[in-house]
């Protein structure tokens, strides 16, 4: 069953750097995030990111919770305060020489103690040009509830769900 026009989307990027010679981990992340997102190092050159359609997405998120709910479990059980999270396409560094970075679907990771300002924005179509209209945006400090939606059912998200390594 192929999707409908308006929940399929396709991106491309396109780097226009011919590579000659492998590049270095640092010049790869020098590169506009925008346009790595779709690219990954393999020996020092960059390739194409494998496209995922929609049921590989699907079991990479389901993959991932899977991850974050055993990751909860541990830490339950063990007592500690050790945390773990879960994060989805990113670049993971497997070697510096020549560099090899992927993204894969699902990487379980302990804790950093970085903190990251969360901000979500939220698009809707709404009417029949198949065109994104901004609906809200939201901060944590705004207050406790991070998505509250009516369409197409009804649902509220707490920051705290969101939170990059969930309370136990």
């Known amino acids: ?3 409908s026009a308006d929940l399929e989307s396709v991106t491309m990027t396109v780097w226009h750097v011919q590579q000659h010679e492998p590049i270095t981990w640092e ?3 020098e590169i ?3 346009i ?3 690219m990954e190092v393999v020996d020092g050159f960059v390739v194409p990111r494998e496209q995922r359609g929609r049921d590989h997405q699907k079991v990479g998120t389901r993959l991932s919770l899977a991850l974050e709910q055993a990751a909860v479990e541990r830490v339950r059980q063990s007592g500690r305060g050790e945390g773990y999270e879960t994060n989805t396409e990113v670049d993971v560094l497997l070697w510096d020489v020549p560099p090899t970075a992927r993204k894969p679907d ?3 990771h302990r804790r950093t103690p970085e903190f990251e300002q969360l901000s979500i924005e939220r698009y809707a179509l709404t009417d029949g040009s198949h065109r994104y ?3 809200a945006t939201t901060h944590r400090d705004m207050g406790p509830v991070a998505v509250t939606a009516t369409d197409p059912f009804a649902i509220e998200i707490l920051w705290q769900h969101l939170e990059a390594a969930p309370r136990v």
Do not use: G, Q, W
Request: proline content about 6%; glycine content about 0%; hydrophobic content about 45%.
């Open 32 to 34: 506009d995030e925008d």
């Open 36 to 38: 790595r997102r779709d």
């Open 133 to 135: 209209t901004h609906i």
């Open 27 to 29: 010049m790869f992340l």
């Open 106 to 108: 699902a990487v379980l």
């Open 1 to 3: 069953m192929r999707p």
